[in-house]
C-alpha cells in the first residue's frame, strides 16, 4: 500500500453533519429572531442568507480536507497527509501501533464502509486517538490491518498485496451476550435517568419555542383532574422512558461477542452502529467487578478492565466493559480463560469490627445538617427528616460490610463500596502508586486507609479501602515497595 489512498467521499459528508450538529443551537437561535415581526427589506432576512452562506462554507471545507487527506503504508509506517490550508504530515511507526479500533455508523453501513481508529502507545497522553480515517471500504481496513500485522512479525510487505501468505492467527471465542442477558442489563440500569435526562436536555435547546405559560395552565387543569389520573399518566410515562431504555440498550449492545486473536481482545457490538473495539492482553493493567445493589441481589454483575492506552474523549477507551452483564458465579472460569495468571477468589480479610462505626457515621453525618435546618423552620414536623438517617446508615454499614483485601503472591486485590460494589484486581508490576494514610482519628483507633492507582487513560484509575486494621495497611505497603 506505498501509493496514497484517499478516504471515501462519504467522509466530506460525515465531517458536514459533524459540523451541522455544533451550529445547531445558534441556527435555532437565529431562526427564532428571524421569525419575530414583519419583514420589509432585505435586513429583515440576513439571518437566513448568513446560515445558508455558513452551510455552503462548512461543506466546502469538509470538501476539501476530504481532496487533501491521504493516507499509506511505507518504510515500516503508516504516513497520513492532511490539512484544510496548511499540509500536515504524520508518520506513525507500525511498531508503535497497538490496534485498530473499527466502527460502522449509519453512513458507513450502506456503502460498505467503516472508520478506523489507530491507537498507539501514546495514545493515554493525549486527548484524541493517534489518527482516524473516518471512511474507507471494509476490504481496505481489512488488507490495512493484515499489513500491519505482517509488518510487526517482520514480514515484508510491496505494493497491494505481502509477498509471503501471512500466517494463520489464533482466533478463539470467549463470551456472547445472548438476549435474556441483554434485557437483564437494559432492567438494571439507569437508562430511564439517562432517557429522561436527554429529552430535558433537548427540550431546553428550544426555551423560546416552548410556550410555558400555555403549557402551565394546561397542567394545572390537568393537576385539577385527580391525583389518580397524574399519577397513572407519571406511571405511563416512567413505563415508556424504561421501554426506550430496553430499546437502546439492545441497540448499543446486540450482536455483543468477544474473542481472543492471538494476543488482543477484540469486542464487537451494536445493531445500528457496529463497533469493534481491540485490545492488547500487555496493556490490561486490572481487572474490576462492579455490582449494582439491584445485580448484586440477583447474582450478576459487570466486569471491565482499566486500559493503559485510550484518550480523555474516547471514555470506551480506557475503563471498557469486558463483560457488560454476566452471572458473578461465571466470572472466574471466563476469566481464567483470558487471564490465566490472575488469582480470582472471593475470599477477603474484612475490616475491624470497630470501624464500623466510623462507615455508618460518614454517611449519616450528610443528614444532620439539614434535620437541625428543617427541625429550627418547622418545628416540629421537621424532625421528620431525622428519618434520612436510616437509609444512610444502612449504606454506611454495607460499605463496611464489602470492604476487605487479600494478597496472593504477586497480586493484591482490595475490595470497597460507593454505592456500587468494587472488587479490583491487580497485579504489583502494574500498580502506579499505593498512599498508605492514618489521620490522628484513625491512629487512636488503630485504623489506616489505603489508595492504590492503576494506569488508565490519562488520569489513573484509583482504588481506595477506608478504616483498615493499622497492621493491614503496613503489611499491604511492605508487600508493594519490597521486590517492586
Not at 464487537?268 to 490490561?284: F, M, S
Amino acid at each position: 500500500m506505498s501509493e496514497h489512498k484517499r478516504l471515501h467521499p462519504i467522509s466530506a459528508v460525515a465531517s458536514f453533519i459533524k459540523q451541522l450538529k455544533d451550529l445547531i443551537v445558534p441556527f435555532v437561535f437565529l431562526f427564532v429572531i428571524n421569525n419575530r415581526g414583519e419583514k420589509n427589506g432585505f435586513w429583515d432576512y440576513l439571518p437566513l442568507l448568513s446560515m445558508a452562506v455558513v452551510l455552503v462554507i462548512v461543506l466546502v471545507f469538509g470538501i476539501i480536507k476530504w481532496l487533501r487527506f491521504t493516507y499509506r503504508v511505507e518504510e515500516g509506517e503508516l504516513r497520513i497527509e492532511y490539512g484544510l490550508f496548511v499540509k500536515k504530515k504524520r508518520y506513525i511507526p507500525i511498531d508503535r501501533i497497538q490496534s485498530l479500533n473499527f466502527s460502522e455508523g449509519v453512513l458507513h453501513r450502506p456503502f460498505g464502509l467503516v472508520k478506523v481508529k489507530v491507537e498507539t502507545a501514546g495514545s493515554s497522553n493525549s486527548r484524541e486517538s493517534e489518527a482516524e480515517l473516518t471512511a474507507i471500504s471494509k476490504e481496505e481496513a481489512a488488507d490495512l490491518e493484515k499489513m500491519i500485522y505482517q509488518e510487526k512479525k517482520g514480514q515484508k510487505v510491496t505494493g497491494d498485496l505481502p509477498v509471503e501468505q501471512p500466517e494463520k492467527r489464533n482466533e478463539k471465542p470467549v463470551f456472547t451476550l445472548g438476549t435474556k442477558d441483554i434485557w437483564v442489563l437494559a432492567a438494571t440500569s439507569g437508562g430511564v435517568g439517562v432517557i429522561i435526562s436527554g429529552v430535558a436536555i433537548f427540550l431546553s435547546q428550544f426555551n423560546e419555542l416552548i410556550p410555558y405559560e400555555a403549557v402551565y395552565k394546561e397542567v394545572s387543569v390537568f393537576i385539577q383532574s385527580g391525583i389518580f389520573i397524574v399519577a397513572l399518566t407519571a406511571f405511563i410515562g416512567l413505563l415508556l422512558a424504561w421501554l426506550l431504555s430496553i430499546i437502546w440498550t439492545f441497540i448499543i449492545y446486540g450482536d455483543f461477542k468477544i474473542r481472543v486473536v492471538d494476543d488482543h481482545i477484540v469486542i464487537t457490538r451494536g445493531l445500528l452502529e457496529k463497533k469493534q473495539v481491540t485490545v492488547p492482553l500487555n496493556r490490561v493493567q486490572g481487572i474490576r467487578i462492579v455490582e449494582n445493589p439491584v445485580r448484586q441481589l440477583i447474582g450478576y454483575c459487570t466486569v471491565h478492565i482499566e486500559n493503559a492506552g485510550g484518550s480523555v474523549l474516547e471514555k470506551d477507551s480506557m475503563s471498557i466493559k469486558l463483560f457488560p452483564i454476566v452471572k458473578k458465579e461465571r466470572v472466574p472460569e471466563l476469566l481464567a480463560g483470558l487471564f490465566p495468571d490472575y488469582i480470582i477468589e472471593n475470599d477477603f480479610k474484612g475490616l475491624p469490627g470497630h470501624s464500623m462505626r466510623r462507615y455508618v457515621f460518614r454517611q449519616t453525618a450528610w443528614v444532620l445538617v439539614p434535620t437541625a435546618a428543617l427541625s429550627y423552620f418547622y418545628w416540629p414536623y421537621g424532625l421528620w427528616a431525622a428519618l434520612l438517617a436510616l437509609p444512610f446508615g444502612v449504606l454506611g454499614y454495607f460499605q463496611y460490610r464489602a470492604g476487605g483485601f487479600r494478597i496472593d503472591g504477586g497480586q493484591l486485590t482490595l475490595r470497597y463500596r460507593g454505592v456500587l460494589k468494587n472488587t479490583m484486581y491487580m497485579k504489583k508490576s502494574r500498580i502506579q502508586s499505593l498512599d498508605a494514610k492514618v489521620s490522628w482519628f484513625q491512629k487512636r483507633k488503630e485504623l489506616g486507609s489505603l489508595t492504590t492507582t492503576v494506569k488508565s487513560g490519562v488520569a489513573g484509575y484509583a482504588s481506595p479501602v477506608r478504616d483498615l486494621d493499622q497492621d493491614d495497611v503496613q503489611r499491604i505497603a511492605s508487600w508493594f515497595s519490597h521486590g517492586k
